[in-house]
């Protein structure tokens, strides 16, 4: 149990962050796919796109980039911003295979990939997760849109109070009553977020190619 | 059973419209009293007492109320009526309402938009909504406002309300009940649980040196804060974008907001010349991957806190939550006017749903009633 809550308290801090940008952070709707939809499906234009405004707003990259090699089926990867993506939308990104996007596992060597990376798409890598934000059947045609926050290094920081971040709190049945039945268990934490630099993040809304994929 | 319930009472003055009740607790019994209608003695239509039960389900209650000819009776709240919130988690919708047959949304002015459902649309004043599939042919319609948080502006009737947007631009043609699509909305639950956030313009307009902008839900912005604007070419009045990639790209500029007039109007200085904006620019063909013009904050009022006007010391900073038209205050300490903040919430919320026999009285009052409540959360339920 106490493990159990120990994970919420670290996901619910994740979620605090997700909600946070997404609520303060302006939005680039997808374009460059064939849906049909507003926001549409990813295009490689779309990647264009963002990296070019965040380019252009002098953001810094995250990552430099990965010279190629000669190993079968690599290619070097660009310096890049990161995106924060759905795995819903992995379906989609290998659809794209061929068109821009490169897998991380054909990048030249994947020792600077982070275990969530999916790929990357021209200046953009991609990170999924399942808690990325999703607007369930909010599209103008009614279909999900998902909610990918790219970033450049100044955009966000998150501040820690010195000696204090969470706390799990254990009270043995001892302190519940005369007869000591009840246990309690709880966590509690601070935590405090701030856009640094609102110029270096751009949420990029889009929808999936085909929703029953 | 009594050890973990959780109790709690109140009361506060009805405005007419919902009332969201703030707890630390989310609670399953809640009762209400309308305590001048009960001073005032037998009237007309009128709601006098309410129950809820959370097992009765969402937005029901047991009402006493006086009939039109002034006798007390029971009668059931089925829409609006006494609902239980827990709001920490952005980007929860209600259940997708279609127009349907006899619904649609007419054209009715320069700055209004009439939205009619088939069905009761279940919502007050104050909500936010936002629509989906607005074709009423394969190639008109008003898709290219699908997608955009909007504001209730007014409850007409229990199937009619209002929005705000340029509603006679000549890029919409109105949806009615033969339209080819299946239009419908979905009410946003929490729509400002961290703000100020974005906002969504819908007219901007330069006069004598200051700007107004008018947006199509709360920009929940403070006098003196800054803002900056992502308007696409489309749209017009680019010369105030946040970067204007013309005489210094990558050079972002800001303005400080000088009044606000209500939870959707701000205005701001401005020395240049403004190219006009307008949504009704682009054609309904370009909907899928069209770009909104948008308004975000930038930075708080360096002047800090917020004014002291009698009352709470440190008053907590009040945001538009959706609840209604008017702004509650938060169950957060005192802030920074214009800082970033958290509006998470839970409570309850009593609506401003009329009787099922008794029509002419609503459950939260009328404007000026007094109205006391009790909230339960019970540790111990049997069935």
Redesign the interface.
């Known amino acids: 149990m106490s493990e159990r809550l120990a994970v919420a308290m670290r996901q619910a801090e994740d979620?605090?962050l997700r909600?946070?940008i997404?609520?303060?952070?302006?939005?680039?709707?997808?374009?460059?796919?064939g849906?049909?939809?507003?926001?549409?499906n990813y295009g490689v234009t779309d990647f264009s796109l963002l990296a070019t405004t965040l380019d252009?707003?002098?953001s810094y990259k995250f990552m430099s980039g990965i010279e190629g090699m000669d190993r079968f089926g690599t290619g070097p990867v660009r310096s890049s911003y990161f995106m924060l993506a759905s795995t819903e939308l992995q379906t989609d990104f290998d659809g794209m295979v061929g068109q821009g996007f490169k897998n991380q596992w054909d990048y030249p060597n994947n020792t600077s990939a982070l275990q969530s990376e999916y790929g990357s798409v021209f200046n953009i890598r991609i990170l999924t997760s399942s808690e990325n934000?999703?607007?369930?059947?909010?599209?103008?045609?009614?279909q999900d849109?998902y909610?990918n926050p790219v970033l450049g290094k100044q955009a966000v920081t998150h501040i820690n109070q010195d000696g204090y971040s969470m706390n799990l709190i254990y009270r043995d049945p001892y302190y519940s009553?005369m007869l000591a039945q009840?246990a309690t268990l709880a966590i509690k934490f601070a935590q405090a977020q701030?856009?640094t630099q609102?110029?270096a993040i751009r949420i990029s809304l889009a929808t999936r190619l085909s929703a029953s994929l | 059973m009594a050890e973990y319930s959780r109790l709690a009472k109140g009361h506060f003055t009805s405005t007419g419209n919902a009332q969201p009740i703030f707890l630390p607790f989310q609670p399953d019994r809640v009762k209400v009293l309308n305590y001048t209608l009960a001073a005032a003695g037998a009237a007309a239509s009128k709601i006098i007492s309410a129950q809820w039960d959370v097992s009765m389900g969402q937005g029901i209650a047991i009402v006493q109320a006086y009939t039109s000819g002034s006798a007390l009776v029971y009668d059931i709240v089925a829409t609006n009526g006494i609902s239980s919130f827990s709001e920490g988690l952005s980007l929860q919708f209600g259940n997708n309402i279609l127009l349907g047959a006899s619904g649609g949304i007419a054209k009715t002015s320069a700055t209004v938009l009439t939205v009619t459902t088939t069905a009761a649309h279940g919502l007050s004043a104050g909500n936010w909504v936002v629509f989906n599939n607005l074709y009423e042919t394969a190639t008109t319609g008003m898709q290219t406002l699908a997608g955009i948080p909007f504001q209730v502006v007014s409850v007409t009737s229990t199937t009619v309300f209002t929005i705000s947007w340029v509603g006679n631009a000549s890029n919409l043609t109105a949806i009615d009940g033969s339209a080819t699509g299946t239009p419908g909305f979905k009410q946003i639950l929490y729509p400002a649980i961290y703000v100020p956030g974005i906002a969504f313009p819908w007219s901007i307009t330069l006069s004598a040196g200051v700007i107004t902008v008018n947006t199509t839900a709360p920009h929940n912005f403070q006098v003196g804060q800054e803002i900056a604007f992502r308007i696409p070419s489309i749209y017009g009045a680019k010369e105030l974008n946040q970067l204007q990639s013309t005489t210094l790209p990558g050079s972002p500029q800001y303005f400080y907001v000088s009044t606000v007039a209500s939870s959707n109007v701000f205005t701001f200085n401005y020395s240049g010349s403004l190219s006009a904006f307008s949504v009704a620019n682009p054609p309904f063909a370009s909907f899928p991957g069209l770009k909104f013009a948008q308004v975000f904050a930038a930075g708080d009022v360096n002047s800090g806190g917020f004014p002291y006007n009698g009352g709470n010391l440190y008053p907590s900073p009040t945001v538009y939550q959706g609840y209604s038209t008017a702004a509650v205050n938060t169950i957060n300490g005192p802030s920074i006017q214009g800082a970033f903040i958290n509006a998470t919430a839970q409570g309850f919320i009593i609506g401003a749903g009329a009787g099922t026999a008794v029509t002419g009285g609503v459950l939260v009052g009328a404007n000026t009633n007094v109205i006391y409540w009790e909230a339960f959360l019970d540790d111990y339920v049997a069935n």
Request: aromatic fraction near 4%.
């Open positions: 979620l605090i909600d946070y997404i609520s303060a952070a302006s939005e680039i709707n997808a374009g460059g796919g849906n049909g939809d507003n926001p549409t252009t707003n002098n934000p999703v607007a369930r059947g909010t599209s103008a045609n009614g849109i909610y009553g009840n701030a856009l609102d110029t």
